[in-house]
Each structure stands twice: as C-alpha cells, then as structure tokens.
C-alpha cells in the first residue's frame, strides 16, 4: 500500500498531532508499506528527506502553516497520482487533500482531533475577527466529502456528527501511547527525590499540571482553586509547568498576573516552571502526588493517559474526550468551575477517589484501526491499490 500523508505541521515540530502521525507513518512503514509526508518546511529542515523509510518532502510556506493550505496543492496532487490513498488531519493540510484526493481519484481520510467550530473565541487567544475567520474556514471543511473520518475519541465523534457528517463515514481510532515509557518502574526511587529536591518542595503535598498555556487547557481555574485547596490540605502546593510561552504570550502573562494576585496572601506554595524533556517529565510525574488536567476541551487527552500510566491520582474536567480516557484513580470535576474543583483536589487529597480498571491505549491499535479503514477503503475505490 502507497499511502501520502498531507500535514500542515510534521517532526521536528511536535504537538498531539505530529506525535501521531510521526508513529502512524514510521509504524506503517516498518509493516512494509510505502510512506510519503508532505508538510510545510519549518527553519533548519530539509526540502527532502528520508526519516526512518518515511519520505518527507517538504513545502517552502514562508514558515506558515496557513500558506501551507496553497502552497502544497500542486505537489500535492502530482504526489497523490502515486500513492494509493490520501491521509491528512485539520486544519491547514485538508484542502489540498481533499482536492488532489478528487483529481487523482484517491481516497483520502481526514482525521478530526478536535472540532472548535462554534468554540474559536473561547478556546484561543484570537481575537473576534481572527476566530471568526478561523470558525468559517472549519465550517468549511466540514461542507468537503472526505471518504472517511477517523476521530480520537467518541466525543469527538458527537461533535464531528454535529456538523452535519454522517455516522457510518466516521472511525474512533483512539491515539496510543508508548507503555513501555509512561511506566513508573522505569523511574527510580532516587529520580524522584531528585525531582522534588530541584522543586524545592521535598516534603509539600504537590498537585502538578502541565501543558501550552493555550486558553482550552483551563489552568486559571487550577490557579483559581489553589487557595482554598492550601487552606484544607496541609503542606499542599501546586506546580504548574508550561511550554512554548512565547506561542502564547498573551494567555501566559494572564496566568502569571493570577499567580501573583493568588500569592499576595502569603501563599508562596504556587510553582511555575518551564517545560523539560521527556525524560524529566517522566521522573516528575512520578515524583509528584496528583495530577490535575482542568482543560475546557481536549480532543484525546495524551497527558491523562500518562498520567494514569503512571498510577497517579488524577483530577479531571469533564470536558471532551476526559472522562472516556481516564482511568485509575480518579475524579472528575464540572469544568470551568474552580469551586468544585477545589474540592475533588481536597478529595483527592484524603483518598476519597473513583478507582477503575487500567485503560490501555496502544500504538498497535491505533495503527490496526487506520489500516482497516485504508483497506476497506482500497477495496471500494475504482483505482484500488496494489500494495499490501
């Protein structure tokens, strides 16, 4: 099976997406298929190159990911008429997709993360005109036939059929995640004293939550509840750490501003750090005594499938896919609302938590599920494929 992936962001850039697809495509390819990503060429990568057997070929958009959507139709399209199926995702790489899929007679499948029509302005930094924009063009993605969708979660899917797409054209093929990293056998006991030791809150009751300081992941509410949470839990303090503030100035320097405001009071145990690597972030999860993940959406919910992983005590909104996710011990909080938050933190606190069966979402599966719904697909396409 020849099959070319259409993406506006591919490795080296890494987000939820980029993770997937970097593991689809290698994964794909490691089964004996032929793999070709055209993306949008970020500064210091290659036009061409080859990354464990998967062919990138890679787009100059003036570093832009929106350019992307017109600069990559014409290779696109000449690159579709030699593969047998078209895999792309929103938002940017659809169009081009879509379009080479139709003059070439290929099928192509979209995968939705997350639908945000009708949500721009809550769960961005844009402003009214830009969300707006942004609302329409996915509105318009949605009025293209694509031949199939593949969604991360159910409640995805309900959002997606929302939108006027038809169930029997729509998959949820959950994203993996890698087991044999995300264990906390891995991390050991003198790792995680270090952890807490570079914190500087060796002996304090720590809840941690991390992630972009995008407006959908929720942290003010976290930030919010703290407070009342230090006032029930002794030696609590929580650890917020970000990545790619630059990204996101404007929401990061609110956050801060809250974190300052929620410590005049002489609550010092508010702790903000900058992101770390992998491997770190391994260490510190499992260093520290809860997990709080406030977002207002989330399409799968990579860091709550870690964090379980790792056996943590986890607080949740029930925003999105973050109830069908969770497993373990757990509870879920009514997003937005820092009260009740603050008190499934103190409840978390004293042991009084949900406890269900271990979740278990792996790269095998996903890979499964996309390539069932690539053959079934072959198998009805005029042009079917004669790879494997």
């Known amino acids: 099976m020849k099959i070319l992936f259409v993406c506006e962001n591919y490795y080296p850039h890494l987000g939820g997406a980029e993770i997937l697809f970097k593991n689809l495509a290698e994964g794909l390819s490691k089964q004996g298929h032929q793999v070709s990503v055209l993306t949008h060429q970020i500064k210091g990568t290659k036009k061409i190159e080859a990354l464990n057997n998967v062919e990138i070929h890679r787009i100059s958009s003036l570093d832009s990911r929106y350019l992307f959507t017109f600069t990559s139709i014409w290779k696109a399209i000449k690159m579709a008429q030699r593969h047998d199926l078209i895999q792309t995702t929103t938002f940017n790489g659809a169009f081009p997709a879509w379009l080479a899929g139709k003059i070439s007679r290929r099928p192509v499948v979209l ?18 005109l830009k969300s707006r924009v942004h609302d329409l063009l996915e509105r318009m993605i949605y009025l293209l036939s694509f031949d199939r969708y593949v969604c991360v979660s159910h409640a995805t899917k309900r959002d997606l059929m929302e939108r006027g797409i038809k169930e029997p054209k729509i998959e949820v093929v959950y994203n993996g995640i890698d087991y044999s990293f995300w264990n906390h056998k891995k991390v050991t006991k003198k790792e995680k004293e270090l952890a807490r030791e570079k914190l500087g809150l060796k002996d304090k009751k720590i809840y941690f939550s991390w992630g972009r300081p995008g407006a959908s992941k929720g942290f003010e509410y976290v930030i919010e509840a703290f407070p009342q949470v230090s006032a029930k839990v002794q030696d609590a303090a929580f650890v917020l750490m970000l990545g790619s503030p630059e990204r996101y100035k404007k929401k990061y320097l609110e956050l801060l501003r809250l974190i300052e405001k929620k410590s005049a009071g002489g609550n010092k145990n508010i702790k903000l750090i900058s992101s770390v690597s992998y491997p770190e972030l391994r ?34 909104s029930d925003a999105g896919s973050l109830p069908e996710v969770v497993s373990g011990k757990h509870l879920i909080f009514s997003a937005k609302n820092s009260s009740d938050l603050a008190e499934k933190m103190i409840k978390t606190s004293l042991g009084e938590y949900q406890e269900t069966g271990k979740k278990r979402f792996e790269w095998n599966k996903t890979l499964s599920g996309y390539l069932n719904t690539y053959r079934e697909l072959l198998q009805k396409s005029p042009d079917k494929g004669l790879g494997n």
């Open 111 to 128: 995968t939705v993360h997350e639908v945000w029509a009708g949500k721009w302005k809550e769960v961005t930094e844009f402003s009214w």
């Open 283 to 316: 260490a510190l999860l499992a260093a520290v005594d809860y997990v709080v993940i406030p977002s207002i959406t989330e399409g799968f919910g990579y860091a709550v499938a870690e964090a379980a992983a790792l056996n943590k005590p986890i607080v949740i």
